[in-house]
């Protein structure tokens, strides 16, 4: 299994308050991606990185940020969660770009009253 | 741009029987089509890929599936299923020129029975 760890694995805030997900990454993969899960929608991509710094937005990124300071890590940041930011985010790693196969973390489910 | 249509949202099925998982899908270009499978509670894991060559693709634990490029799909079979592949499964595809788009269809939860 890839190593890719997620912090925390679950999660509950109220509204209007800052959140941080954390995506830590052993495989020394050039690509991180945030994903969030939802029925009905499948995965959809908000936020994603191609090298140290190097990120872009998805098709869902509004209230979201991101940041890599290291290759290692991704975070995920709602800089004031809402309610339909409740989801399950998962991050996941590739060594390339679009044929190659995307390795994903366990996932965060997050709860935002 | 790429769009995937994943039509029947949920497929039961029972053990031991042939089961097949519809993808469509839509681009300009031309593509890379994947199959993700998850388990509750977990990531999705890669079931099987199509980059190029044969339209016939096998992957893990007994499954398979077929590039068709002019009914645009990419249907996913299994001949003889378990109660453990009850699973949510996804269809995904990506360009293979112009603007990164990875896409996810939105999934179907197949349901074995016993």
């Known amino acids: 299994d890839a190593g890719i760890t997620q912090s925390p694995r679950h999660k509950v805030t109220e509204t209007g308050t800052p959140v941080t997900l954390r995506c830590h990454q052993t495989?020394?993969?050039?690509?991180m991606y945030w994903y969030r899960q939802d029925p009905g929608h499948g995965l959809r991509l908000i936020h994603y990185s191609y090298g140290v710094k190097d990120t872009d937005k998805g098709e869902v990124s509004d209230g979201y940020s991101v940041s890599r300071s290291k290759t290692e890590d991704f975070l995920l940041t709602l800089e004031s969660a809402t309610s339909s930011q409740t989801s399950v985010y998962f991050c996941?790693?590739?060594?390339?770009?679009?044929?190659?196969?995307?390795?994903f973390g366990p996932g965060t489910r997050l709860l935002v009253l | 741009a790429q769009s995937v249509t994943q039509l029947d949202s949920q497929v039961p099925v029972f053990e031991e029987a042939p089961v097949e998982l519809r993808c469509n899908y839509s681009s300009s270009v031309s593509v890379y089509l994947f199959w993700y499978v998850q388990y509750p509670n977990q990531g999705l894991q890669l079931l099987l890929k199509?980059?190029?060559?044969?339209?016939l693709v096998k992957g893990i634990n007994g499954f398979e599936a077929e590039f068709n490029k002019s009914q645009t799909s990419f249907h996913l079979r299994k001949p003889s299923v378990h109660i453990s592949d009850t699973a949510e499964y996804f269809c995904?595809?990506?360009?293979?020129?112009?603007?990164?788009?990875?896409?996810f269809g939105t999934g179907t939860r197949l349901k074995v029975l016993a």
């Open positions: 495989e020394n993969h050039r690509y």
């Open positions: 996941a790693i590739s060594e390339g770009w679009s044929m190659e196969t995307q390795y």
């Open positions: 995904a595809v990506s360009g293979t020129s112009g603007t990164y788009k990875y896409i």
């Open positions: 199509y980059l190029s060559g044969s339209t």
